[in-house]
């Protein structure tokens, strides 16, 4: 069936994510060697997620209205006819990676324009929300089939340069917040894949479940940084020794709390809402720098506001305290919210099918040129994590003009822009190769551009 959910930040920015097609085929071997055992669950994470409340939804527009809380498990939007994912494809292991290499002697400025156009796995190792006692199902359980070398290996042929990977590690967690080792291990195939194929990997913390509400409440707050601090010591140790072509990324886009600062009720709350992110992206520096090895020097990725451009260019957003100076700032785009989010009519807004006027890139180059001006103008590096669109009911050429115009305008200014995508929507995962080569054409022949 056709899954049209949209999603809300409890209450704050409202968007809908971008399509999912579940595949009804039987799911092919991913990455290396089979492995079908069934994973032990183990204690699910003592923090409490208020019942209903949803994957957070991309970062959009100040003017857009705030909306209740949807009790529909998170998801993402489908296109097509779907049916439930097919589950037991095998949890793999990848082949082993090319010999690590020494960290370069390179800026992080360097190293993020040397990044070029990049893309999301999207709907993969993110997915929450349901009970599964295997890796392969929540990899899966989203409508992804499971990832073999082939699909990365077109991800490459493609062009694009980095894949950021959104993870929930709370899935099978065990005790005391031990990241389950199966789930580990096969996140570390695919990194090890996605690296094999020449392409720069940023690893993350993504939604993973909606604890991230508990940074904001007195009573739960040591808890949820306890709970911080134990994956990123974790992964840190589990992925030292790898090169700086693999990147850490401190959050998503969760790094906004409504019941301390609503951005549409006035300043009240707004330092401290400030200040709980600044604190949280300082212990995750503090947490990888401590943890040596290669992570000294590794390229690090900061969450802004929301992962907002305009609240991430507020003087009150601080880039961490970092011995290595080796950080970039991330934010995502999806402006405007009606365009890019909507495919159909919501209460908080009219659902626009076209996009392209004059005032519309004008708004768009007002945006790029705000995050260039706070931030690489003043040395600080920009990845925009994510950018995209719905894809239905849109005008014919409208969502290819869009993309390709947010692609360039980040590149223009330096900034590294970073496609998301899930199941065949732009990339055709079981065929392993782009959909529209025209759209692909377009992202890419911003590499052209002399920066």
């Not at 009720?265 to 992110?277: D, H, M, S």
Request: charged share 25%.
């Amino acid at each position: 069936m056709v899954k049209n959910i949209f999603e809300n930040k409890k209450g704050k920015n409202w968007k809908k994510l971008i399509c999912v097609l579940l595949s009804a085929s039987v799911i092919s071997a991913g990455c290396g060697e089979k492995n079908n055992e069934d994973v032990n669950s183990g204690t699910q994470p003592t923090i409490e997620v208020t019942q209903g409340s949803k994957e957070p939804t991309k970062a959009v527009d100040a003017t857009e209205p705030t909306k209740a809380a949807d009790s529909t498990q998170p998801t993402k939007e489908a296109v097509g006819n779907t049916t439930e994912p097919t589950k037991g494809a095998s949890e793999d292991v990848a082949e082993p990676t090319k010999e690590a290499v020494a960290m370069r002697d390179m800026t992080t400025m360097e190293y993020v324009q040397s990044l070029g156009v990049g893309i999301n796995l999207g709907n993969t190792f993110e997915s929450c929300g349901f009970e599964s006692t295997t890796v392969t199902g929540y990899e899966t359980g989203w409508g992804s089939p499971a990832i073999t070398p082939k699909i990365l290996e077109g991800y490459a042929k493609c062009g694009f340069g980095v894949m950021r990977i959104p993870v929930a590690w709370s899935n099978l967690m065990g005790d005391d917040y031990t990241i389950n080792e199966k789930y580990l291990k096969r996140v570390k195939s695919v990194v090890d894949c996605v690296l094999n194929n020449d392409m720069c990997v940023i690893l993350n913390i993504h939604w993973d479940g909606g604890w991230w509400t508990g940074f904001s409440e007195p009573d739960k707050k040591d808890e949820c940084m306890y709970k911080y601090e134990r994956i990123w010591t974790q992964l840190t140790e589990a992925f030292g020794d790898y090169d700086d072509r693999l990147m850490f990324e401190s959050l998503n886009e969760e790094g906004c709390w409504e019941n301390i600062w609503n951005r549409y009720g006035g300043t009240q709350g707004k330092e401290e809402a400030y200040a709980l992110l600044n604190e949280i992206n300082q212990k995750f520096v503090d947490i990888v720098r401590g943890s040596g090895g290669n992570n000294a020097l590794r390229h690090l990725l900061i969450a802004g506001y929301a992962t907002d451009i305009e609240l991430t260019c507020d003087e009150l957003f601080l880039m961490p305290q970092d011995p290595a100076g080796r950080m970039a700032v991330s934010v995502h785009y999806y402006t405007p919210s009606t365009f890019a989010i909507l495919d159909e009519d919501a209460s908080w807004g009219k659902m626009q099918p076209d996009w392209g006027t004059e005032e519309e890139y004008e708004a768009l180059y007002k945006n790029m040129d705000m995050m260039k001006e706070h931030f690489i103008d003043k040395g600080i590096p920009v990845i925009v994590g994510e950018f995209g669109s719905a894809t239905k009911n849109k005008v014919e050429g409208a969502v290819n003009r869009y993309l390709t115009a947010v692609c360039d305008a980040a590149y223009r200014r330096g900034l590294c822009p970073v496609l998301w995508d899930v199941t065949n929507v732009f990339y055709n995962r079981n065929a392993a190769k782009f959909i529209d080569e025209e759209l692909l054409s377009g992202l890419m022949s911003v590499l052209e551009i002399e920066r």
